[in-house]
């Protein structure tokens, strides 16, 4: 299955809520796991706040989502500046310290996650995450037992 949406959001606070919703409804269609979904919201939600916080005023966060078979792929893009050093892989804060946790979280989280080159003022950052296995629940899909079934698990019990 490929789904795709592209999102153009203003620059407030409630857009992050809105593309984590977006992308959870997504990857509600597809037979993901759900260990990769809860990261995928996380990563969602740090890309938008940092984009949503840096971006310049008056500018939107623009948002592609690409689920493809078992690889969802991310782009969080609004116009401002690559953050200094633009590793994804820096290190934590002190434990006091407000902020700077987004961009770390994202790297242990993603499969891959990198800014990319895009037009001049604009930042981009890609992030791929793998889908796993399939839920189980919709992996092999359960029969109900007949009423015969039923009623010799209920004698079982009993005795």
């Known amino acids: 299955m490929r ?20 992308l959870t409804t997504l990857l509600g269609l597809t037979d993901a796991a759900e260990d990769p979904c809860g990261h995928l919201a996380v990563l969602i939600s740090e890309a938008c706040a940092n984009a949503v916080r840096h971006a310049d005023p008056g500018s939107t966060v623009d948002i592609t989502i690409v689920i493809d078979d078992d690889v969802c792929l991310l782009e969080v893009g609004n ?41 001049p003022d604009q930042v981009l950052l890609r992030i791929t995450k793998h889908l796993g296995d399939v839920r189980p629940e919709k992996a092999t899909p359960r029969r109900r037992p007949s009423a015969r079934e039923a009623s010799l698990d209920r004698s079982r019990a009993e005795n």
């Open 3 to 22: 789904v795709s949406m592209t999102l153009s959001l203003p620059r407030q606070p409630s857009s992050v809520t809105r593309a984590r919703h977006v």
């Open 79 to 119: 116009r401002g500046r690559t953050p200094d050093g633009a590793g994804l892989a820096a290190e934590l804060p002190a434990p006091l310290t407000v902020g700077g946790r987004g961009l770390p979280l994202i790297a242990a989280l993603a499969d891959s996650a990198t800014f990319v080159a895009g037009p």
